[in-house]
């Protein structure tokens, strides 16, 4: 069990990560600078965001990293198979 | 408390109930009332198809019979007839008292129940749901009937949504006990084979129930709310197509799997040899688990999808089949390497195998796109999967003259039982293999072209024998419980699992020892502090082991009978799963016949909309009424099963591989958590599938403003903050400190909804309403289902308040407050990923 101090750091950041989503898409531009179309930069930037922000939640909120690894596995299970429905319907009207 | 526990005789036992056995009893007898309800609609359908455009039926009730005969046979009975075994034996066989959660188990059979009960109502309220098993869009949403014409429909639907969520419960149950109430040193690999398919099976619903509860939830909220998910030429067809075949393929080893263990089982047995290549048979049977998820398109290739994906499924398909060949040779070669008795339960497997063999082959032609083409419709499909789910039907059959004598402890007429075989084999074969030849008939039709006329009475006539066997069958078991003989302990010389080293019946608590494989054989240790350390039984462990004799098992039995001993008393009479069962019954009856009035109002809300639409609609009473009727029961009886003190403890010695280290309630939690991440997955899912198919940039954030959603990101950032220091406080036995962090969080939920309610208030005087377009749909449907979630977290905080304030919960066991907090990060985590999808992208 972490310490009070830890989960206060985590929910700062969580703040921030979460906030950072809504300044990608209001200064989509800049991605213009990198050579990224801003729509797509800013959505591929907010996705990352958004798998680090559940990853700390999961990992340290939901304590999945003091859990045995093969509840983190059941969990995978999970996100494959969402993944594997939308990803393979997805590409079948392609 | 076992002296308190109402007798077999008493209808308030089966009431009260959460005893394994008593269950698996009430599951086997409740199947077997399914079976005969669909079995005479099909009666009926078939005597309609006795001549093309047959005239007992009219069309909508041919249609209603031959939908619900399909709903009753794959979901009200295949699979629970299934659980009824998995309830009685799972537990036996891998040494265990009951299993990990059996309030839950108690509340999935009345889930089970009540849902089949509602199916029964739905041809009552204006005809029942007659879009076919597979509720192909858009025959599935009620667009050419009138709103009132929805109801029945609308119940059936429902009724499937309450099975599966009763299916569900049932699978976090058995995942959670299978994995860890495992008797000392039953490894996985020593688990009986029967014990192994049930726990396959489970890992498999795990995750293809979800995926059918999420295409449920969204078809029952187009009947209901009218939202357009299911209602549009913009892919509607294709999205339940892939949600629902993603369920629907690795349902079909969801109801074989149980069958084909029963064959594992009785094979073994009878032909007193133990399973050729049983190792290998576990590896086929886990890589068709995991292959079933990727076979889902072969039942599309009529669709639009492309040929490129039709051709890596076919692959696929294909791929899956070979598994399948290991497990037939192993089975065949079992036979030839051991001396076969052709008893009932072996005669019925041995039926099974050559019937799947059959069905097997006959498939692997529907996996080829080309033949599929020509295939597709028509009564090839329907003889080909008949042969399949019926051959599974055929090995439960064995699995019901197999442990009979162990459930009734009666023996019953071997003469009058191999009768019912013969029936049955010939009833069957003349029914669906004239399918075979009349392939060319189109499904769900009863008008067929000239030429085709013997085979469909042939098939008609083979309906009324395969009728027959089970009157055979019913006969032969209500005589032997009438008057059979006692059946011994071990009836059958070679059984193996450890549920023959006990009395048939067994008793309430199974073991007065514990069991132990410990020392590689099965042994009763007795606790008590005054007993020998250890005894030492006569029988193997699992039917991984050397084979064992009648005389060993009974070496056993003396420490079976053995004498009582101190332990922790665990429970077995909970009443609140039959009231929470009622009260979900009550719900959904009243929430079926909400279309009228939500037509009504959104007639008032849109009249342009509503007129374009042809929808109208009147304001009924009678089932809003209902609805909050059964709303008002299940508050009080989810309140009195929270508030009920039930004990049900964990074995203190037992295998636990792959889950050491956490708790049982935790694990049951985590199982319940990956369950739900692909319900709200295939929502999400949904969202994107559609986006995609109208062009990603077609559409843009439904809300107008983007801060409300960014504000809600900081509130549930907090409340997950909230939580977690609620965790804290009861762990530091800090009540103030959960007080205030508990109700923080409450707080925080409720500020929430009121910004969501705000949000859409203010779509709303924009004329934009959940039934305005897809687009709406999939916004107002997939942040209501969070919303939901929400809602039922604040019901759960609000209920903790109430312990902490009039009992001092959790303060000395912080353990509930971990595991709202596990749900409460989830619901945290999908709005992580709804905010950007919904509000920014």
């Known amino acids: 069990m972490a310490s009070v101090r830890l989960y206060a750091i985590i929910y700062v950041v969580l703040l921030v990560l979460g906030t950072s989503k809504f300044v990608f898409f209001t200064f989509d531009h800049y991605f213009t600078y990198l050579a990224i179309d801003p729509y797509w930069g800013a959505m591929g930037a907010t996705l990352i965001l958004a798998v680090a922000k559940s990853l700390l939640i999961m990992a340290y909120f939901q304590h999945l990293i003091d859990e045995p690894r093969s509840i983190s596995y059941v969990m995978g299970m999970g996100l494959f198979m969402v993944f594997l429905l939308t990803i393979a319907a997805g590409y079948s009207i392609q | ?841």
């Open chain 2, 1 to 841: 408390m076992a002296d308190d526990f109402p007798p077999m005789t008493s209808i308030k036992r089966w009431l009260v109930t959460t005893n394994h056995k008593d269950v698996g009893i009430l599951y086997l007898a409740t199947a077997l009332f399914f079976l005969l309800f669909g079995g005479i609609l099909a009666l009926l359908f078939r005597v309609q198809l006795w001549s093309s455009g047959g005239v007992i039926l009219s069309d909508s009730a041919f249609n209603q019979s031959v939908t619900t005969h399909g709903l009753l046979m794959v979901f009200w009975f295949l699979s629970p007839f299934a659980a009824g075994f998995a309830n009685y034996f799972v537990p036996l066989q891998i040494g265990a008292k009951d299993l990990a959660f059996p309030r839950l188990n108690a509340l999935s059979y009345w889930f089970y129940l009540f849902s089949g009960l509602l199916i029964g109502i739905s041809f009552f309220q204006g005809g029942t749901f007659e879009g076919g098993w597979t509720m192909y869009a858009p025959l599935n949403v009620p667009m050419y009937t009138g709103m009132e014409a929805a109801t029945g429909g609308n119940t059936a639907i429902l009724a499937l949504t309450l099975f599966t969520i009763s299916i569900t419960l049932g699978t976090m149950n058995f995942l959670t006990t299978i994995h860890r109430s495992r008797a000392e040193g039953m490894g996985l690999w020593n688990m009986p084979l029967f014990t192994w398919s049930w726990l396959l099976t489970v890992w498999m619903m795990l995750f293809a129930f979800a995926a059918l509860l999420a295409a449920l939830l969204l078809l029952a909220t187009d009947r209901i709310l009218l939202t357009q998910y299911f209602a549009t030429d913009q892919g509607s067809s294709l999205l339940w197509a892939h949600i629902f075949w993603f369920f629907g393929h690795p349902e079909v080893y969801i109801v074989f799997f149980p069958a084909l263990g029963i064959m594992f089982e009785t094979f073994q047995t009878f032909t007193g040899r133990r399973l050729v290549g049983r190792k290998w048979v576990i590896i086929a049977m886990v890589l068709v688990a995991v292959q079933s998820f990727l076979v889902w398109m072969h039942h599309m290739y009529l669709t639009t999808i492309n040929l490129e994906i039709k051709t890596l499924f076919m692959a696929t398909t294909i791929g899956i089949s070979l598994p399948f060949d290991l497990m037939v040779f192993a089975l065949i070669y079992t036979m030839v390497k051991g001396r076969v008795r052709f008893t009932t339960p072996f005669l019925f497997s041995l039926g099974a195998l050559v019937l799947f063999i059959l069905g097997g082959i006959t498939g692997v032609f529907l996996g080829a796109v080309v033949l599929d083409y020509e295939f597709r419709g028509t009564y090839w499909v329907v003889a080909h999967f008949h042969y399949v789910m019926v051959s599974g039907v055929t090995a439960l059959i064995a699995g019901l003259y197999y442990w009979w004598p162990k459930i009734t402890g009666k023996m019953y007429s071997e003469a009058l039982g191999k009768l019912n075989f013969a029936v049955y084999f010939v009833g069957f074969n003349l029914l669906y293999f004239p399918m075979f030849l009349a392939w060319e008939t189109p499904r769900r039709v009863f008008h067929y072209q000239e030429g085709m006329e013997i085979w469909h009475q042939m098939a008609t006539v083979g309906a009324f024998v395969f009728g027959l066997s089970f009157l055979i069958m019913f006969y032969t078991l209500g005589k032997s419980l009438v008057s059979g003989p006692d059946a011994p302990d071990n009836p059958w010389q070679y059984a193996r699992t450890a549920e023959w080293a006990i009395p048939s019946p067994p008793p309430l608590e199974n073991w007065s020892g514990r069991p132990s494989y410990a020392s590689g054989r099965l042994e009763f240790v007795d606790e008590t502090p005054a007993a020998a350390p250890a005894t030492d039984g006569g029988s193997p462990a699992s039917d991984g082991g050397a084979l064992t004799t009648a005389d060993a098992v009974h070496g056993t039995l003396d420490q079976a009978h053995g004498h009582g001993h101190e332990e922790e008393h665990a429970d077995h009479a909970s009443i609140w799963p039959f009231g929470i069962g009622i009260g979900m019954f009550v719900f959904l009856l009243g929430v079926s016949g909400l279309t009228p009035s939500v037509a009504a109002l959104a007639e008032w809300l849109d009249p342009e909309w509503a007129a374009e639409a042809g929808i109208s609609g009147s304001v009924d009473y009678l089932y809003p009424a209902i609805t909050l009727a059964g709303l008002a029961i299940l508050a009080y009886v989810l309140f009195e099963f929270g508030r009920e003190q039930f004990n049900a403890p964990e074995m203190a010695v037992a295998e636990r591989w792959p889950f050491e280290g956490v708790g049982n309630t935790k694990l049951g939690v985590w199982f319940f958590l990956a369950s739900d991440v692909v319900v709200f997955g295939a929502f999400i899912g949904a969202y994107v599938f559609m986006r995609i198919y109208a062009g990603w940039d077609t559409w843009g954030p439904v809300p107008d403003h983007t801060w409300a959603g960014l504000l809600n990101t900081y509130i549930l950032l907090t409340s997950s903050f909230t939580v977690i220091l609620a965790l804290v406080m009861a762990e530091r036995g800090n009540k103030k400190g959960l007080i205030a962090t508990l109700g923080a969080t409450l707080l925080l939920g409720l500020s929430f909804m009121g910004v969501k309610a705000w949000e859409w208030y203010d779509k709303f005087l924009q004329g934009d309403f959940w039934f305005s377009g897809l687009e709406y749909s999939l916004y107002y449907v997939t942040t209501g289902l969070h919303g939901v979630h929400v809602l039922l977290g604040l019901f759960i905080a609000v209920f903790m308040l109430y312990r902490i304030f009039t009992i001092d919960a959790y303060l000395e066991d912080s353990r509930p407050v971990e595991f709202f907090g596990l749900y409460w990060h989830f619901v945290d985590i999908v709005w992580v990923f709804l905010f950007p999808l919904f509000y920014l992208m």
